[in-house]
């Protein structure tokens, strides 16, 4: 067994002007930007897919693009997520799933439930929620990870809920959001979004080498030991992990430039 978990650095997604002639080179095609881009990165994190249905035909797209060991991590429908009675979504959750997905066979990873910060934790709600979600989907192996943004969630009942279900918090670095470390999955899904434009990568050098060692931490199958938990008396399987870091939101002039400079970091 390896003694450490593939990490991945990447951004969401690799349609932004300020990277035409900055990441991509001066006179690539638009047409050609997700090859690039994923010559360069490991992983993109697609936000599309939260705002509509894609067709099949553009997953095989996708797919057919980017090289062997490239994975797209995508974000479920918003129609989802952004409503009263999470336990009443099984219909929406379906439609998502079933929209073409599995035409990106092994490039497809982890599914990005992003909740509202208005949205409260309500546990049994929730916990019906989390039921509805497959471990597989017409044999393809599925991995979800949650994004929630209210300060009630930071309780143990919650971290529990996903343990059980083997469902990845996102552990999202946030100057609003709260911030949930707490491993409680097979794989690891950090979200980095306090970067600056002004920094060439993203993240100031201290900041990038701190997180390169959370990340190393977290494939080793161990917690960082300078990250906050909800429910630090909980005791963690050492495992090797698979392990997501996606420079986004803030900064996102330099992301790709952050993306390729964690991963240098990390050899």
């Keep these: 067994m390896s003694k450490s978990g593939t990490i991945r650095t990447g951004i969401g997604g690799w349609t932004f002007d300020a990277w035409e002639g900055t990441f991509y080179p001066e006179k690539l095609t638009k047409k050609r930007q997700l090859e690039y881009a994923s010559s360069k990165l490991s992983v993109i994190e697609v936000n599309g897919t939260y ?36 336990g009443e979504a099984a219909e929406s959750i379906d439609k ?17 439930w992003q909740f509202a910060p208005t949205k409260k934790f309500e546990p049994d709600d929730f916990e019906a929620f989390l039921k509805l979600l ?32 083997n469902i990845a918090p996102v552990c999202a670095d946030h100057f609003d959001y709260p911030m949930i470390a707490d491993v409680t999955a097979d794989f690891v899904y950090a979200r980095l979004q306090k970067g600056s434009d002004e920094i060439p990568t993203c993240y100031a050098d201290d900041d ?19 990250l906050p938990l909800v429910d630090d008396g909980r005791k963690v399987k050492k495992e090797p992990r698979d392990v997501f870091a996606f420079f986004i939101h803030e900064g996102k002039v330099n992301a790709p430039q952050g993306a390729m400079a964690m991963a240098e970091l990390l050899k």
Excluded: C
Excluded at 99 to 107: A, I, K, N, P, S
Excluded at 211 to 218: E, G, N, P, V
């Design 51 to 86: 705002y509509g249905s894609q067709k099949p035909e553009t997953f095989a797209k996708w797919a057919s693009e980017v090289p062997d060991g490239f994975i797209f991590s995508l974000k479920a429908s918003r129609f989802t997520t952004n409503r009263k009675i999470l």
């Design 96 to 112: 998502f799933l079933n929209q073409g997905l599995v035409e990106l066979g092994d490039r497809l990873g982890p599914l990005l």
């Design 134 to 165: 497959p471990e597989k989907l017409e044999g393809l192996p599925l991995r979800h990870v949650v994004e929630v943004r209210h300060d009630s969630f930071k309780v143990p009942e919650f971290v529990a809920l996903l343990e059980k279900y």
């Design 208 to 226: 990038m080498n701190t997180w390169a060692s959370r990340l190393k931490t977290w494939a080793a199958g161990d917690v960082p030991a300078d």
